[in-house]
């Protein structure tokens, strides 16, 4: 049930500050609202470490949802790390889903040429045999030399490879 709070301003000297809030929060009567709002680079660091770990918790629960799970025991204490831990991983993570696509990219350019190890191209090489590889007209293909072996790995829409 929530109740209504009542303000009260509580004035301490800076050495039972402390001690003073602490005993207050123990006994649940206190949400504290400050007249300034604190600054300085102390803040600065709590407040990017707390961005960095609520961006890990919405990566965890973003995880939670699509079902994976992980059974490690992190201590209290090493939050911090845990957290960058989180962040760094999932932006791993869609860096090599980036790197995924450009591959199938890839992949998809040279599927119609068939499979061939490279390798074998260079074998060849070092034999003196020069092996070129092109995509062209197919009314093209007659204005090669007659020494020239012409092999057609695939047709589509008017062009050759």
Same mark, same amino acid.
Request: aromatic share 8%.
């Given at each position: 049930?929530?109740?209504?709070?009542?303000?009260?301003?509580? %004035?301490?000297? !800076?050495? /039972?500050? +402390?001690?003073?809030?602490?005993?207050?929060?123990?006994? &649940?009567?206190?949400? #504290? $609202?400050?007249?300034?709002?604190?600054?300085?680079?102390?803040?600065?660091?709590?407040?990017?470490?707390?961005?960095? %770990?609520?961006? !890990?918790? /919405?990566? +965890?629960?973003?995880?939670?949802?699509?079902?994976?799970? &992980?059974?490690?025991? #992190? $201590?209290?204490?090493?939050?911090?790390?845990?957290?960058?831990?989180?962040?760094?991983?999932?932006?791993?993570?869609?860096?090599?889903?980036?790197?995924?696509?450009?591959?199938?990219?890839?992949?998809?350019?040279?599927?119609?040429?068939?499979?061939?190890?490279?390798?074998?191209?260079?074998?060849?090489?070092?034999?003196?045999?020069?092996?070129?590889?092109?995509?062209?007209?197919?009314?093209?293909?007659?204005?090669?030399?007659?020494?020239?072996?012409?092999?057609?790995?695939?047709?589509?829409?008017?062009?050759?490879?």
């Amino acid at each position: 049930m929530i109740v209504p709070m009542k303000k009260a301003y509580i %004035i301490f000297q !800076a050495k /039972d500050k +402390l001690p003073a809030l602490k005993t207050l929060r123990k006994l &649940g009567l206190i949400h #504290i $609202e400050h007249i300034k709002v604190p600054q300085g680079q102390d803040i600065t660091t709590i407040t990017e470490e707390l961005n960095l %770990i609520n961006r !890990a918790i /919405d990566i +965890l629960e973003e995880a939670a949802k699509t079902g994976v799970s &992980g059974d490690a025991y #992190i $201590e209290k204490s090493d939050f911090l790390t845990v957290a960058r831990h989180v962040v760094g991983v999932s932006r791993k993570i869609e860096q090599l889903k980036e790197f995924s696509l450009n591959l199938s990219s890839k992949i998809e350019t040279w599927k119609d040429w068939g499979d061939f190890d490279p390798k074998q191209i260079i074998a060849l090489r070092e034999k003196g045999i020069s092996i070129k590889l092109f995509h062209i007209p197919e009314k093209d293909i007659r204005n090669f030399c007659q020494d020239v072996i012409v092999k057609t790995f695939f047709r589509k829409k008017g062009m050759v490879n």
